[in-house]
């Protein structure tokens, strides 16, 4: 069982910068592949980005390549996404959650954080 708290979430104006982090319980969490996604109102969840167990094998999904950056911590049991040139369109809930492969479908993960709101203002 894993459980995840994301934070870090929050009101920013375009331009700008944000990092979320994901603290894990548990002390499986280096065993395990990490992602990002986010969901925008009335809009459906995407994936945002995702790291291996080790942290040598990273994907990002279009959008935020080369303005996000995923990374993590295994011996703090974090995982964080570093995020910059904040657009309008990054608006969202973004979520963090757990899987044993690395992937970027969301069905493919088991466990999932409640989620931080980013809201980037223009």
């Not at 295994?74 to 757990?98: G, H, I, Q, W």
Request: proline share 3%; aromatic share 14%.
């Amino acid at each position: 069982q894993v459980q995840l708290v994301e934070s870090g979430g929050g009101l920013v104006q375009a331009g700008g910068s944000l990092r979320l982090s994901c603290a894990a319980s548990g002390r499986t969490f280096s065993s395990y592949a990490m992602g990002w996604f986010r969901q925008a109102p009335g809009k459906e969840r995407e994936f945002v980005a995702a790291i291996s167990w080790s942290g040598g094998r990273t994907y990002y999904a279009d959008p935020v390549k080369g303005r996000f950056t995923i990374s993590r911590d295994n011996a703090k049991n974090t995982v964080y996404l570093r995020m910059n040139s904040l657009k309008p369109e990054d608006t969202a809930v973004y979520y963090c959650a757990a899987t044993k492969f690395i992937a970027t479908m969301g069905p493919s993960y088991e466990y999932w954080g409640q989620g931080t709101q980013v809201t980037v203002s223009s």
